[in-house]
């Protein structure tokens, strides 16, 4: 077997995924917020008032570093913590506002950015290929669960 780190996955993904987000935080430090409050607000602005653990597990974070993400939003008021009326142990994550407008302000930006990182990443690769990179990512995500 090769060990080249060239030739492993997580060299590669990890490379990738380093330039890329580098590309996504520089941009939204602008508008300051991270990428990973972008994915809260879309998570929250799709599906309102989730419980802790279920906006963890679509985010793909864990809960630790989930409740500090949540923590500077709440700070921002962009999101509130609300009990869950199911469950008096339990709270729901909400989408304030505050927080509704700036991720409607932010759909456009990242619409670019996506674009703009598509561009760059996939240069010189046909739509088809596109497509089946973005599927085998997306089932690995999934086998991996």
């Given amino acids: 077997m090769n060990l080249e780190r060239e030739e492993m996955l997580c060299y590669s993904l990890g490379v990738a995924m380093r330039r890329v987000s580098k590309i996504y935080a520089d ?6 917020i991270t990428p990973p409050q972008v994915f809260v607000l879309s998570c929250l602005a799709e599906q309102d008032e989730q419980r802790v653990r279920e906006l963890a597990e679509r985010v793909c974070l864990d809960s630790s570093s989930l409740t500090g993400l949540l923590d500077r939003m709440e700070k921002s008021g962009l999101v509130e913590r609300r009990p869950d009326p199911a469950d008096r142990r339990a709270l729901r994550i909400a ?11 932010l759909t456009p930006v990242m619409e670019e950015l996506t674009e703009r990182v598509h561009a760059e990443f996939f240069t010189g690769y046909r739509r088809e290929q596109i497509e089946l990179f973005l599927s085998m990512l997306r089932h ?4 991996m669960a």
């Avoid at 690995?140 to 086998?143: I, T």
């Fill in 27 to 32: 941009a939204l430090a602008d508008h300051d």
């Fill in 95 to 105: 989408i304030t506002a505050k927080g509704r407008e700036r991720f409607t302000t």
């Fill in 140 to 143: 690995a995500q999934e086998a």
